[in-house]
T-cell receptor, first 111, second 116 residues
Framework: GENVEQHPSTLSVQEGDSAVIKCTYS??????FPWYKQELGKRPQLIID?????GEKKDQRIAVTLNKTAKHFSLHITETQPEDSAVYFC??????????FGTGTRLLVSP | GAVVSQHPSRVICKSGTSVKIECRSL??????MFWYRQFPKKSLMLMAT?????????EQGVEKDKFLINHASLTLSTLTVTSAHPEDSSFYIC????????????FGPGTRLTVL
C-alpha cells in the first residue's frame, strides 16, 4: 500500500521568510496530492492540491510542486505570517479516493 | 459549499459504554465518507471507508465489531464505538468526498472522545 513520508517534523521561520515542506510517496499509481492545514483541536483544512498531470500549482502565497519520476511533492509558503503557524499534512491517494497522510509538519512563524 | 458537520464535538463516557458519532454532509450528497482517528500530535489514520447502502471497508487492524459504521443515507454516516475503553480516547474525524467524483475530501470538525 501507499506510504507517505513528510519532512521536516518541525519548522521554525521568521515572519516574511519562506517555508518548504517535502513529502515522498511510494505508490506510482497515486494521482492526487492534497495539502491540509490543521490548527490545534480543529479540522484539517484543504489549502492546495495537485493532480499527477500537473507539475506545479500556485495560489497566492502557496505553491505545490510535484515530481512524479522521483515521487515527491513539496509545499512552498512565501512571505510567511504568524497566522500560518499550524500543523501541515501532505497526503496521497491510495486506491479509489482513499488518502494516506504524512506524519505532519509543525510550522511556527515568529513575528 | 461542501460543508461537513459532526456531532457531538466532544463526549466523555464511562468505560464499557457505547458512543455514537454522527457525520453529516450538509449541502451535498456523499456516497462515500471516511472515518479517521487522530491521537495527540499525530497524523490522521484512516479507520474505514463508509459507502452508502453497503458495508463499510475497514483498514487493517481496525476491529469492525468495536467500531460500527452505518451509512444509511447519502448525507449521514455514523460511527459507534462499542464497549469503549480508555485507550479508545482520541479525536475522531470524518470526511466526505464530493459526488462529482473528485478525490477532494471535506472534513468534519471532529469529535473528542474521552473514556474514563
Amino acid at each position: 500500500g501507499e506510504n507517505v513520508e513528510q519532512h521536516p517534523s518541525t519548522l521554525s521561520v521568521q515572519e516574511g521568510d519562506s517555508a518548504v515542506i517535502k513529502c515522498t510517496y511510494s505508490d506510482s499509481a497515486s494521482n492526487y496530492f492534497p495539502w491540509y492545514k490543521q490548527e490545534l483541536g480543529k479540522r484539517p483544512q484543504l489549502i492546495i492540491d495537485i493532480r499527477s498531470n500537473v507539475g506545479e500549482k500556485k495560489d497566492q502565497r502557496i505553491a505545490v510542486t510535484l515530481n512524479k519520476t522521483a515521487k515527491h511533492f513539496s509545499l512552498h509558503i512565501t512571505e510567511t505570517q504568524p497566522e500560518d503557524s499550524a500543523v501541515y499534512f501532505c497526503a496521497a491517494t491510495s486506491g479509489f479516493q482513499k488518502l494516506v497522510f504524512g506524519t505532519g509538519t509543525r510550522l511556527l512563524v515568529s513575528p | 459549499g461542501a460543508v461537513v458537520s459532526q456531532h457531538p464535538s466532544r463526549v466523555i463516557c464511562k468505560s464499557g459504554t457505547s458512543v455514537k458519532i454522527e457525520c453529516r454532509s450538509l449541502d451535498f450528497q456523499a456516497t462515500t465518507m471516511f472515518w479517521y482517528r487522530q491521537f495527540p500530535k499525530k497524523s490522521l489514520m484512516l479507520m474505514a471507508t463508509s459507502n452508502e447502502g453497503s458495508k463499510a471497508t475497514y483498514e487493517q487492524g481496525v476491529e469492525k465489531d468495536k467500531f460500527l459504521i452505518n451509512h444509511a443515507s447519502l448525507t449521514l454516516s455514523t460511527l459507534t464505538v462499542t464497549s469503549a475503553h480508555p485507550e479508545d480516547s482520541s479525536f475522531y474525524i470524518c470526511s466526505a468526498s464530493h459526488p462529482l467524483g473528485t478525490d477532494t475530501q471535506y472534513f468534519g470538525p471532529g469529535t473528542r472522545l474521552t473514556v474514563l
